[in-house]
């Protein structure tokens, strides 16, 4: 059984920045890979960015040069760190676990 708590969600003005984070419980967490999604209302959930157990990563094209995903094993944590952010990034974003373990969500607005 795998728990993630998701947390750094909030309001902010367009171009602005926030930092997500993804604390996942158990023994293991280096091996599996790890995601943030994102739905936005009436609208379905979508992957915004993945990375490997290795590191590799690989994000949705309209996040892109703005969005960075990376991982602390050591403290079995997730970031996404979102730069200049734009009010069609508006959405619950989710934390998800390779073994299918879904975070709560925790809410971005966007809007000046």
């Known amino acids: 059984q795998v728990q993630l708590v998701e947390s750094g969600g909030g309001l902010v003005q367009p171009g602005g920045s926030l930092r997500l984070s993804c604390s996942a419980s158990g023994r293991i967490f280096s091996i599996y890979d790890m995601g943030w999604y994102r739905q936005a209302p009436g609208k379905q959930r979508e992957l915004v960015a993945a990375?490997?157990?290795?590191?590799?990563?690989n994000y949705a094209d309209s996040v892109k040069g703005r969005f960075t995903i990376s991982r602390d094993n050591a403290k079995k944590t997730v970031y996404l760190q979102m730069n200049s952010l734009k009010p069609e990034d508006t959405a619950v974003y989710y934390c998800?676990?390779?073994?299918?373990?879904w975070g709560q969500g925790t809410q971005v607005t966007v809007s000046s």
């Open positions: 990375i490997i157990s290795g590191g590799r990563t």
């Open positions: 998800n676990h390779e073994l299918g373990y």
